[in-house]
C-alpha cells in the first residue's frame, strides 16, 4: 500500500502559501517606496524647471492602493500593482539562473507595470489610444528584484539582484523611465490613413484626430512577432 501523500500535500500548500504571502508583501512595500520616491523626485524637478517655463506639467497623483500616475508634461506614466503572484515561463534567463535553480521557491514574483500614455489620452477620454508597457518590475520572497524593459532598464536591471531591493534602486529606475518617456516623441499616422472620416467618427473622436504613437515604443506583437 503506498503511503498516503495527504501530509505532503499539506506541507506543499503551506510551503508555497508562505513564500508567496511574502512575495506580495514585499512588492507591496516596493509600490509604497515608488510613490514616495517618485513624489521627491517630482517636486525636485519641479523646482528646477519651474523657474525656467511654469507651464511645465509635472504631478503625482495616488489612484488607490494599487496605482498611481505621474504626469511629466505630456506624459502619464501609469504604475500598477498586481494582486497575483506569477512565474515565469522556463526560457527566461531567470528562470534557468543559478539563484533560480539552487531554490525553485524564488521562482514566485511579484509584479509592477509602468505603461506610458499621452495625458491627453486621459483628459479628454480617448479610449482607443494606445499605452505602451516601459518596464515591469519583479520581485521575490527574498526582496530580490529584475526589472524588464527597453534599453537602459533591460540592460542594468537584466538579471536577479545581488542584494534585496532599496530604495536606491527605485529612484534609478523611476529617473531612467522618466528620461525615456520625454526623449520618446509623437509621431503622426501617414496622411492617407486620416484622408477620410466619418460624422460618428468625427462626433465620437474629434480630439483625438489626428493623434499619434510614441516613437521607440513599438511592441513586439506590432512586428508580427
Not at 14 to 22: A, E, F, I, P
Not at 50 to 73: C, G, P, Y
Not at 155 to 173: G, T, W
Request: net charge negative.
Amino acid at each position: 500500500m503506498s503511503q498516503d501523500p495527504t501530509e505532503n500535500i499539506v506541507e506543499t500548500l503551506l510551503t508555497k502559501s508562505t513564500v508567496k504571502q511574502q512575495t506580495y508583501r514585499n512588492v507591496c512595500t516596493a509600490f509604497k517606496q515608488l510613490l514616495e520616491e517618485a513624489h521627491l523626485l517630482v517636486d525636485v524637478l519641479s523646482a528646477k524647471t519651474t523657474e525656467r517655463d511654469q507651464d511645465i506639467k509635472l504631478r503625482v497623483e495616488s489612484i488607490n492602493d494599487q496605482e498611481f500616475h505621474i504626469q511629466v508634461a505630456g506624459d502619464l506614466l501609469v504604475f500598477v500593482l498586481h494582486t497575483n503572484v506569477i512565474t515565469l515561463s522556463d526560457d527566461y534567463d531567470y528562470s534557468k539562473s543559478e539563484y533560480v535553480l539552487e531554490k525553485p521557491l524564488r521562482k514566485y514574483l511579484g509584479q509592477i507595470n509602468i505603461y506610458n500614455f499621452m495625458s491627453d489620452s486621459f483628459e479628454f477620454n480617448r479610449l482607443n489610444d494606445p499605452g505602451y508597457l516601459l518596464a515591469r518590475l519583479l520581485i521575490n520572497h527574498e526582496n530580490h528584484f529584475i526589472a524588464e524593459g527597453d534599453r537602459q532598464v533591460g540592460f542594468m536591471f537584466k538579471s536577479a539582484s545581488s542584494k534585496p531591493l532599496e530604495k536606491v534602486d527605485l529612484n534609478i529606475l523611476i529617473k531612467i523611465i522618466i528620461t525615456q518617456a520625454a526623449e520618446n516623441d509623437l509621431m503622426a499616422p501617414p496622411f492617407p490613413k486620416i484622408r477620410h472620416i466619418s460624422v460618428r467618427e468625427k462626433m465620437e473622436k474629434t480630439q483625438s484626430l489626428g493623434g499619434g504613437n510614441k516613437i521607440g515604443f513599438q511592441m513586439s506583437y506590432q512586428n508580427g512577432q
